[in-house]
């Protein structure tokens, strides 16, 4: 039996995550959204989780932040995070490796991109 994936997309936009919703389910993985950094902490104390896209700026706990704070918990810090950012290339990259993110995509999200970053997190095609 052939078990699907499990992506938390969560973004404070809710265009942003219809947006991710339809590109990763497409792909044959099961999408789950979170509309802010601290319900996504809280997802994934109740949820198995194998990647996480994370919009980096949010109202309350930043999408960096809410990284941050996965990445230094045991329970956690093997899910893959892909910040999903607005700011320029050098921003985002410096923010995101400081966050211990494992990657991270400018908006608007580019198809290609996104199925790139899927593919090598989750060793899955996206179709």
Same mark, same amino acid.
């Given at each position: 039996?052939? &078990? @699907? *994936? %499990?992506? =938390?997309c969560v973004d404070d936009d809710?265009? +942003?995550?219809? &947006?991710?919703? /339809?590109?990763?389910?497409? !792909? ?8 802010? !950094? ?7 104390? @109740?949820? /198995?989780?194998? =990647? &996480? ?6 109202? !309350? &706990? ?6 941050k704070i996965l990445k230094s #918990? ?10 999903? #950012?607005?700011l320029s290339s050098s921003d985002?990259? %410096?923010? +995101? @490796?400081?966050? !211990? ?5 400018? @908006?608007?999200?580019?198809?290609? %991109? =996104?199925?790139? *970053?899927?593919? #090598? ?5 996206? %179709?």
């Amino acid at each position: 039996m052939n &078990i @699907k *994936k %499990r992506v =938390l997309c969560v973004d404070d936009d809710f265009m +942003s995550q219809k &947006i991710l919703k /339809a590109l990763l389910s497409a !792909g044959g993985v099961d999408v789950v959204i979170a509309e802010n !950094g601290e319900s996504a902490l809280e997802l994934v104390n @109740k949820e /198995a989780i194998d =990647l &996480i896209f994370m919009d980096a700026l949010m109202p !309350g &706990i930043s999408g960096f932040e809410a990284c941050k704070i996965l990445k230094s #918990t045991e329970q956690h810090k093997h899910i893959p995070v892909i910040m999903l #950012t607005g700011l320029s290339s050098s921003d985002s990259e %410096r923010m +995101s @490796k400081e966050a !211990g993110a494992d990657g991270w995509l400018e @908006k608007p999200i580019d198809k290609k %991109r =996104l199925t790139e *970053k899927l593919d #090598t997190h989750l060793k899955k095609e996206l %179709r």
